[in-house]
């Protein structure tokens, strides 16, 4: 460090400082980035559930007003099935890239479902309550299969949506902690060379101010 001219020390010590400088906005741009999908896969997680869990409300509410619609005969519950099978579908429609199978098995036993309990009606309306009683009890076992699947689908997403939260709130922890031990690093390491450069500039100096005194 001695023999080295002292713009070379000088330079030397920006580049090394300016090097840590750039490492360290690197690995935070990384980190950042990577912080930013895992949030946005939090959050993607957190939409589909609510679409579940609003698919699960739809079907209630279409149980309800077919339940009402046989007993009633009223044109208001009919419409609003209808109303709760469009919105149910909405649901289902958002959620098929995600859960494709189960989907799929909703689905299917909807379509019968549906389909039954219009029979139903149409049978009590005709006064055959001894037909429209057998097609109310078919109706309920399709009803137990859409309530299972709508169940498994609403706990696996909420199992994916907290795994994901959980690695995004590691990423950002993790992030903290290395980004802390370069700021430190770097600090340790550019005082260090400040102090070493600093020292080798003393001694020209004095022997300056020396042979200028004399």
Known sequence: MSRMPILARIVLLSTVLLAFLIATNTFLSSRLSRNAEAISDGATAIRVLTHANSASTHFGDLKYWLSDLAVSLLMRSETNALAA???????????????????????????????????????????????????VAKGHIHIQRIDTELSALVNELEDLAVATSDVAFDEATQAVRV?????????????????????????PLHRLMGAMDE
């Open 179 to 203: 980004s802390s031990g370069l700021v430190v690093a770097a600090g340790l390491v550019g005082t260090l060379l400040t102090l070493l450069v600093v020292g080798s500039l003393r001694r």
């Open 85 to 135: 099978r469009e919105d149910l579908e909405a649901d289902l429609e958002f959620l098929e890239p995600y859960a494709p199978e189960r989907v799929a098995a909703i689905r299917s036993e909807i379509e019968p479902y549906v389909r039954q309990g219009f029979q139903a009606v149409e049978a009590y309306t005709n006064d055959q309550r001894v037909l429209g009683n057998s097609l």
